[in-house]
């Protein structure tokens, strides 16, 4: 612990110092539309068919940087222009090109059932598929001389995944940053062990089983600001309902109980793991974090060993990336040193 305290007390006095983009107070509809007209203008969309032929959508923006390319992995149920403000500050750190795509089921991708507001995956595996065919089909089209890797919640349990049951990834990826990866999802107010019982119980029926989970059955977005789990930055958080309410039906709902099936199903994957993944990563906690569990990180890093950097962001709830200037330019500057420094 004294260790990883003094690497992070180092690493946050050698951070470069230069701005990101506009600070959270000038956050509003018009910095909302010039963002989107950037990336109207700068950026490309594309599809391709991932695993039983459903579309997967995806987002590719170019800029002028020379660091090397990232690849972006979204949470559950995000699209991609959640992102935009992220992409924009990436570009601006020097990044380019910058790559992400909707998961199955969500954002502009295909949907899996008839109702486009339930969050739904047949089989968790499908999103590591569907990740590999995105590498393989547009990212390692072009010859980028570096791509970096940075994730979000789900997105780091499936790039997590991806990396774990690929040895060679390494040869892909120079380094890889995840922001509160979903290694073992936070059930409270029930038990872990309770919920996965029920969860499987609830999935031996097809109907039970694309039933809403308890309490998710409105979207954050639409909630009130207070007490909302996933930022403290009230700017951030109106700007992605107004994101939400414009977008439509590329948001959804909330997860259904296959999807909470499915994500405990993940866990033990961890867990049992007993190889190590040959790429350094950086693996950064929100330690406000109510929705997946911190001490499952901390074991999995820990067994990764020097493969793995760990930092705990502090004031900071699930979103780091969504979080106040203060909490996301640091975290972006963490990500920004250690993909530069020759660790």
């Not at 590719?60 to 699209?79: C, D, H, N, R, Y």
């Not at 507001?117 to 089909?137: C, H, L, Q, T, V």
């Amino acid at each position: 612990m004294i260790i990883k305290l003094f690497l992070a007390i180092t690493l946050l006095f050698s951070l470069p110092q230069k701005a990101l983009s506009i600070p959270e107070g000038q956050i509003n509809k018009d910095w909302d539309k010039k963002l989107f007209q950037f990336m109207e203008r700068n950026g490309k969309t594309g599809n391709f068919q991932g695993v039983d032929n459903k579309r997967i959508n995806h987002f590719k923006i170019k800029g002028k940087g020379k660091k090397g390319a990232i690849l972006f992995v979204s949470g559950q149920g995000e699209p991609y222009i959640k992102y935009f403000e992220l992409f924009y500050d990436l570009l601006n750190l020097g990044y380019s090109p910058i790559y992400t795509l909707d998961h199955r089921g969500q954002g502009y991708s295909e949907r899996i059932l008839k109702d486009p507001k339930k969050g739904y995956i047949d089989y968790f595996e499908n999103y590591i598929k569907d990740f590999s065919s995105f590498i393989e089909k547009v990212v390692l089209k072009k010859k980028n001389k570096n791509i970096f890797l940075i994730s979000h919640s789900t997105g780091g349990a499936i790039s997590l995944l991806y990396l774990m049951e690929n040895e060679n990834s390494h040869r892909i990826f120079k380094k890889a940053a995840f922001c509160s990866p979903l290694i073992q999802l936070n059930t409270r107010p029930f038990n872990f062990t309770l919920t996965k019982w029920m969860a499987k119980i609830f999935c031996k029926s097809t109907f039970l089983c694309r039933m809403y989970a308890p309490g998710k059955a409105k979207f954050n977005a639409y909630e009130s600001f207070k007490n909302n789990p996933l930022t403290s930055n009230e700017k951030r958080w109106y700007q992605t309902q107004r994101i939400s309410k414009k977008a439509g039906d590329v948001w959804f709902n909330g997860p259904t109980m296959r999807w909470v099936n499915e994500v405990n199903k993940v866990y033990p994957r961890f867990k049992n793991f007993n190889k190590k993944i040959k790429m350094p990563f950086l693996l950064l906690q929100a330690a406000q974090d109510s929705l997946v569990k911190p001490r499952p990180q901390e074991e999995f890093c820990k067994k990764m060993n020097k493969s793995c950097k760990f930092i705990r962001i502090q004031k900071s709830r699930h979103e780091i990336l969504m979080e106040k200037d203060l909490v996301r330019n640091k975290a972006l500057k963490y990500i920004d040193h250690f993909f530069n420094s020759k660790i």
